[in-house]
């Protein structure tokens, strides 16, 4: 039995050889030929820029770096005189870097991505330290979707909270006309009931 069920492996193995062999090699020749990686391939980490102001979207939250399982990510920042968060420093360490994706997960801010960009190697290690410069000119060509679109367009309500104001009110007055319809509607069924018995 222990024949028979390898040489049916081995006729199997024949046949996928053979449906190759009139194929075109899947080999491409690099450097001449580079590899377009897939959308949601974990290349190089870098820093993702607003469309319209070209600034970076990062609020300096440090979720990223404390979800980093490698420490590669280092984050300081000051308070302005509004106390809102001004970043200083954002670098990622690239030789310590697993390219896990964590980072791009725990952030809320669509500020930070996997690019699928490679070639990145350096003689000196020191220079696989990227500060937020460079990550944000690496990642200012890289597309991707902005969820706060949908965060801004939820606060703007502050402008509608007159309009929502004055819709709410709507319901809350359809619902006894509603509620008036009813028994009015109960009522008018109601007579002719008691007229027929
Ligand atoms: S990249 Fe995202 S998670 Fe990291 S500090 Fe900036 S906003 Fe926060
Ligand atoms: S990909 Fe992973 S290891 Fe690299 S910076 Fe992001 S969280 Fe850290």
Request: aromatic residues 6%.
């Amino acid at each position: 039995m222990g024949v028979v069920k390898d040489l049916k492996n081995l006729v199997k193995g024949l046949g996928i050889t053979g449906k190759h062999l009139g194929r075109h090699a899947i080999t491409i020749q690099y450097p001449e030929e580079r590899w377009t990686m897939p959308e949601r391939s974990r290349g190089i980490v870098v820093l993702l820029s607003d469309k319209n102001t070209g600034e970076l979207n990062c609020t300096s939250c440090e979720l990223c770096m404390k979800a980093c399982p490698s420490g590669a990510i280092k984050i300081e920042y000051h308070r302005d005189e509004n106390k809102k968060k001004v970043l200083d420093l954002f670098d990622v360490d690239n030789g310590l870097c697993c390219f896990c994706g964590l980072c791009e997960e725990a952030c809320n801010f669509s500020a930070i991505k996997m690019a699928t960009k490679y070639e990145f190697s350096v003689w000196n290690k020191d220079g696989l330290i990227w500060d937020k410069d460079r990550l944000q000119e690496v990642g200012r060509d890289v597309p991707y979707v902005d969820t706060r679109r949908k965060k801004k367009a939820t606060p703007k309500p502050a402008e509608s909270d007159t309009s929502a104001a004055e819709s709410e009110p709507k319901p809350e007055s359809s619902e006894p006309s509603d509620e008036n319809k009813q028994p009015k509607e109960n009522q008018g069924e109601q007579p002719p009931e008691g007229g027929g018995s």
